[in-house]
């Protein structure tokens, strides 16, 4: 099973995948980098855990001509850690300006550009749960209208429970489980109309499993 036996994801769609495990994140990513490469897409994956040179060789056992895709400029594969050092310290209004700006250099050659990963928010020196809440919420507002899928990825089992609360309040639409469900907790203009006060979000693990567990499909998933 993988991201490509659901419906595809629009472009300037930001979604977030709750992933256990490295089986779990390779069944959502490796179908979504091929189909981009395969449409003529420039792809950008930010690794955690899984080293870079491991992603490239399961992309060519997956079928993706990797070399072609690296030395064409189509597929850049960078560690988190490489991710952060570059914007380190960024407001939420500063990362918008690199995204726009990476976006826009892409943009020049390809078609659409395709963004996942996991950029370890949670690593040290780890980002507040509250900047992480507005920055998803604001790439809402910067991906919107764009040529661009993004996927934003994070571990269940790593990842406090304040940065998955962020994570659910902050994208329309939720991989988990292998299934696509559109997001009832999504609230991102409003925490943006009413910062900072809904920017904080719950550390209590009882409440995100009531929380995940209304993702579970009742017939509404558009797989």
């Not at 179908?31 to 792809?43: I, K, T, V, Y």
């Not at 899984?50 to 997956?62: A, K, M, N, P």
């Amino acid at each position: 099973m993988g991201i490509n036996t659901c419906r595809p994801i629009d472009l300037g769609t930001h979604v977030c995948q709750l992933y256990r495990g490295e089986d779990d994140l390779k069944q959502v990513t490796l179908p979504f980098l091929r189909d981009g490469l395969g449409n003529g897409e420039h792809c950008l994956y930010v690794a955690d855990g899984i080293s870079v040179d491991e992603w490239y060789r399961e992309l060519q056992e997956y079928g993706v001509d990797v070399f072609t895709a690296r030395e064409t400029g189509a597929l850049a594969i960078i560690s988190s850690q490489a991710w952060r050092a570059m914007r380190q310290g960024g407001s939420s209004l500063a990362m918008a300006r690199d995204f726009l700006a990476l976006m826009d250099e892409q943009l020049d050659t390809y078609p659409a550009v395709r963004i996942a990963g996991d950029v370890a928010w949670g690593a040290e020196p780890a980002i507040a749960a509250d900047l992480v809440c507005h920055w998803e919420a604001t790439a809402n507002v910067v991906f919107e209208g764009l040529p661009i899928r993004v996927i934003c990825q994070y571990d269940i089992e790593r990842y406090e429970p304040a940065f998955i609360e962020a994570a659910l309040r902050t994208h329309p639409v939720v991989l988990y489980k292998g299934r696509r469900v559109r997001n009832p907790h999504y609230e991102a203009q409003m925490i943006l109309e009413r910062e900072p006060m809904l920017n904080g979000c719950n550390n209590d693990a009882r409440s995100l499993d009531a929380m995940l567990s209304q993702l579970r499909p009742r017939g509404q998933h558009t797989s």
